[in-house]
């Protein structure tokens, strides 16, 4: 396992490379003094950065679940039975004075109870919606969270919060930090792999898997759903791999060239990234093809021979991608934004997701992968216990619920307890910056030490909040 490519930051040395002429020319009109400057803060950021992992770790990867749209917790994970028995009855002041609200601030705020029915499941009596009943039946792998808090009301505010710990687009998203901070596994496949799948609706922002301000080779790679997950895998006519090789190094000759005289790291990166290129050739449409699994394994997960573009399908995906070495594999399923028919709205997109997940938390188990691979579900945030248009619930801050499996979780617990009508944490709340600094922490990353150097400041993730929640951990 490689460590954070600190070489390939400029340093003095290579900054001696550069002619004397063109090295004055370039400081004359200032660009030489900015990239002197730059480098300079990269040597500071090299000096204060430590190697990672800080502390054993308990996840080597990641496989990130996201429910695109807000899932209800009231359908999912957060059964309330004061719910049900005040339904249509106003909810009380007390808890929703002075609280944002997406869409209902000008509506009587009356309680909606669920018609869904919730059952106990496993030797943890983990309390998980009729909705899930593959998920209901892995329950004792789970550690379900209920009282998931973020400080964004909005969609897209509240993805690129989630992902990156700031409402600000243009900053690292959490896949990107981790390609940075531990390194990559595959030497023939991306750090950060993002796939999507569901009814088309409201959008994902792609800054939610953006590598901001980190060198470009962090950025989270698209893969399609389908038997070809990237275009331009096979190579034109008349191009044998001989000849690609050979044109490939010719390219990287004159990029090292390029950057011996630009000093821009984002060369490096082309340099990287054309030779991943190439190796993808071959292991993409190898990762792509089921048919060299078992028929037991695709049955586990609903899926034929080929990739067919279904949330099933890229969960099979996933888990080859995670024996492959990648290091982040983000999953997105739209279609949880249900401002009207909630119930029927949730039991749809359930369906759709149910029974990939909990085959991937058994296919990773009885590979011997689930202890050192984290698996994550959740969405942006949670839906209000109030109703809207009298179906529907709207965006909610103050909770929502999310799983974590595997890599060194606490299995068959729960965490945090929301009020009798769940409109706020009763019981160990757990914000955004908190689950990014658990999250890195099972990496065997310090929150407080990943930090990169961007125009004279050292960010981080979890900026300059965030606790590591030691319940969770195992």
């Known amino acids: 396992m490689s460590k954070p490519l600190m070489t390939r930051t400029p340093n003095m040395n290579s900054m001696l490379d550069v002619t004397r002429r063109h090295f004055f020319s370039r400081a004359a009109t200032g660009i030489g003094a900015a990239a002197l400057a730059s480098v300079l803060d990269r040597e500071n950021a090299d000096a204060a950065q430590h190697s990672f992992p800080n502390h054993p770790p308990k996840a080597k990867r990641v496989i990130y679940l996201y429910m695109s749209g807000g899932p209800s917790q009231f359908e999912t994970f957060d059964d309330k039975p004061m719910l049900r028995e005040l339904n249509g009855k106003p909810i009380p002041k007390s808890l929703t004075a002075g609280v944002k609200l997406a869409f209902l ?15 106990k499941c496993g030797e943890s009596g983990q309390s998980i919606s009729d909705t899930l009943p593959h998920l209901q039946e ?20 509240a993805h690129t919060f989630m992902n990156t710990g700031f409402a600000i687009a243009g900053r690292p998203s959490m896949g990107s930090w981790l390609s940075y901070g531990l390194g990559s596994e595959a030497a023939d496949l991306p750090d950060f792999v993002v796939m999507r799948s569901g009814p088309s609706g409201q959008p994902i922002p792609t800054t939610a898997w953006h590598n901001g301000f980190l060198p470009g080779k962090h950025q989270g790679v698209e893969f399609y759903g389908s038997e070809q997950p990237l275009n331009y895998l096979t190579s034109p006519a008349g191009i044998d791999r001989t000849t690609q090789n050979h044109t490939i190094e ?35 449409p190898e990762l792509a093809n089921f048919s060299s699994e078992t028929e037991a394994i695709r049955e586990l997960y609903g899926v034929g021979e080929k990739p067919d573009g279904s949330f099933a399908s890229n969960c099979l995906m996933a888990r080859r991608m995670a024996e492959g070495g990648v290091r982040f594999i983000q999953l997105y399923h739209t279609g ?85 009508f769940g409109f706020s944490a009763a019981v160990d709340p757990f914000h955004v910056h908190d689950f990014h600094a658990t999250v890195l922490h099972l990496l065997g990353i310090n929150h407080k030490r990943l930090t990169y150097r961007h125009q ?12 590591v929640i030691d319940k969770i951990v195992a």
């Open 336 to 420: 949880w934004d249900h401002h009207g028919g909630v119930v029927k709205g949730v039991a749809a997109r359930a369906k759709e997701v149910d029974q990939g997940c909990a085959a991937l938390i058994r296919d990773l188990k009885q590979r011997g992968m689930l202890d050192d691979t984290l698996v994550i579900w959740g969405g942006e945030f949670g839906r209000t216990p109030m109703s809207q248009g009298g179906s529907g619930r709207d965006h909610h801050t103050k909770s929502g619920a999310l799983w974590m499996a595997g890599g060194g979780v606490a299995a068959g617990t729960s965490y945090g307890e929301t009020d009798d």
């Open 138 to 157: 892995v329950a004792d792998d789970l550690c379900v969270v209920r009282t998931l808090q973020t400080d964004q009301v909005n969609h897209d505010p």
């Open 250 to 284: 010719s390219i990287e000759a004159l990029n090292r060239m390029h950057y011996e005289a630009s000093i821009d790291e984002e060369v490096l990166t082309r340099i990287d990234q054309y030779e991943l290129a190439f190796q993808m050739q071959t292991s993409v």
């Open 456 to 467: 004279g400041f050292d960010f981080r993730l979890t900026n300059v909040h965030g606790n």
């Open 105 to 119: 601030q000008y509506e009587a705020l009356k309680c909606f109870g669920t018609d869904v029915g919730f059952k």
